[in-house]
């Protein structure tokens, strides 16, 4: 519904100000005697400019409107008792409006101000009759709010008397669920830990050695036997198995690296007790003219064989006792002969010399043989079918062989001595070329003989390539050859000796 401003006369500054300058002119006694004057001019003197008096007079000019003049047809309302509803389309929102008659110009205006207050106070009643209206209507849904919360409660202790009477009666149930629970879980932890524990006890039962094995390799009072190779062999393999660990993607690891370290140490601790050990039987059985080699003795010569230096220490040991007990056995059978006197002393056949000769040279030649014996058996050397006094081919392409031609020429080195002196003493002695030539001849033999045994190269082979260019010498009894004589003889001697005795043997 349309609201019309009350028809009040609206005084602009300008017309304010106008009044002012004629309302001025009349004196000051007179202005001060008429108070409809004072009192104008103490409104037209106020500021109406703020909002809060804007809005007030919105409010009133809202409030009171003045009506038109009634038609003919249209009843005369009462002045001031004309309140019209602006009611909306179901008359929720009514608002007073107040409507005026204004049959003389300025009556609205005058009557607004008579009925302001109750119309105020009518406005007020309006509003707070909406007001509780609306909170009756939110009282009745709080009211069936209550009533549905009231129900959800009641159910909710329902439930929960439920849930109690479940959980006592379950409570059992859930006790043993809970230790089956607990069970369950200590049953895989306990999986767990056996199953690392199986991977890591296999893990050093592959790449460590046992406390025995350990005991058997570094302990002194352990002795060298099939236990100790046993657990050599079993660091090897570690090491081996180690070494295809260390080689995979991720490259060496420490594990890898602390167990080759530790293995190493157990392995040179190994050769270290293996080369004690040899050195002690060396010096100690060695000293026996005839002793057999056992198969620990060969076994830790094998193993002594991977490393050169150690090897050569022990045989450096078993050279030096052969030496002094082929020594020691070669002046006895010279001086005192065989156990109780037999054979006897091959010195008593000093006054024939080629016996006496003979008999030296067939007992160093069988000390030979029984070295070499002594030395295939320690070092393992197949003889391959050959043939007794069979030549035997020195190539160099065993090791083996080396060893023992090395050993040999070392063991016989120091017969070399006294078989020399008698020899060249026997041979001055003689003064019959034919004698001389017979010991020539005898001992020719035995240097080829002993030649295929130990070799050209042998200081035994050479001390009788000298002995018989001495007596060779004698047979001529040339006591100072020339430089010629000697070159030529030699030339013979070393090139075709059976040969140049079977002529001279002819020619004789």
């Not at 000019?61 to 004309?82: A, G, M, W």
């Not at 005026?100 to 309006?126: V, Y």
Request: with cysteine; proline share 4%; glycine share 4%.
């Amino acid at each position: 519904m349309a609201v019309v401003k009350p028809s009040t006369p609206a005084l602009s500054r300008n017309s304010t100000s106008t009044s002012l300058d004629s309302e001025r002119r009349p004196s000051t006694a007179s202005q001060a005697r008429n108070p409809i004057s004072v009192r104008l001019y103490k409104v037209l003197s106020n500021n109406f400019d703020d909002d809060s008096t804007k809005e007030a007079l919105r409010t009133l000019s809202d409030l009171y409107v003045t009506s038109k003049p009634p038609r003919r047809n249209e009843q005369k309302l009462l002045p001031h008792e004309d309140v019209e509803y602006d009611d909306h389309e179901h008359g929720t929102n009514r608002s007073l409006v107040v409507a005026l008659n204004e049959a003389i110009p300025g009556e609205s205006a005058a009557q607004a101000r008579r009925h302001m207050r109750r119309d105020m106070e009518s406005k007020l009643t309006q509003g707070s009759e909406q007001f509780l209206k609306a909170f009756g209507d939110v009282d009745q849904k709080l009211d069936e709010l209550q009533q549905h919360i009231s129900a959800m409660r009641l159910s909710c202790d329902e439930a929960e008397h439920q849930l109690q009477l479940t959980t006592d009666s379950s409570k059992i149930l859930l006790e043993r669920a809970g230790s089956l629970r607990e069970e369950r879980h200590e049953y895989f932890l306990r999986q767990d830990v056996e199953n690392k524990k199986s991977i890591v006890t296999a893990f050093l039962t592959r790449f460590t050695l046992t406390e025995s094995e350990t005991e058997a390799i570094t302990s002194r009072d352990e002795p060298v036997g099939p236990i100790f190779f046993a657990a050599m062999d079993r660091t090897e393999v570690i090491r081996d198995d180690c070494r295809i660990l260390m080689s995979g993607e991720d490259g060496p690891t420490q594990a890898g690296i602390d167990i080759m370290a530790s293995t190493s140490s157990s392995l040179e601790q190994g050769y270290e007790k293996i080369v004690r050990w040899c050195s002690h039987e060396f010096r100690q059985k060695g000293r026996e003219l005839h002793f057999e080699v056992t198969a620990t003795m060969r076994e830790g010569v094998k193993r002594l064989r991977k490393r050169p230096e150690l090897l050569t220490e022990a045989l450096n040991f078993l050279s030096q006792t052969r030496q002094t007990t082929l020594m020691s056995s070669f002046i006895t059978a010279l001086t005192r002969g065989g156990p109780s006197g037999l054979p006897r002393p091959i010195e008593l056949h000093a006054h024939d010399p080629l016996r006496y000769i003979g008999d030296m040279l067939a007992w160093v030649h069988q000390a030979v043989a029984a070295e070499r014996e002594l030395l295939e058996a320690l070092f393992q050397v197949a003889n391959n079918r050959r043939m007794v006094g069979s030549v035997r081919v020195f190539d160099g392409k065993s090791e083996e062989e080396d060893w023992i031609r090395e050993l040999m020429d070392l063991c016989v080195e120091k017969l070399c001595i006294p078989l020399k002196v008698r020899v060249q003493q026997t041979i001055r002695s003689q003064e019959s070329s034919i004698v001389s030539y017979k010991i020539a001849n005898l001992m020719q033999f035995y240097m080829l003989t002993m030649r295929r045994t130990i070799g050209d190269d042998a200081f035994l082979s050479k001390t009788l390539l000298e002995l018989i260019f001495r007596s060779t010498l004698l047979e001529y009894k040339i006591d100072q050859p020339t430089g010629s004589q000697m070159s030529l003889i030699r030339y013979f001697m070393s090139l075709y000796p059976r040969k140049v005795m079977h002529c001279r043997a002819s020619s004789s």
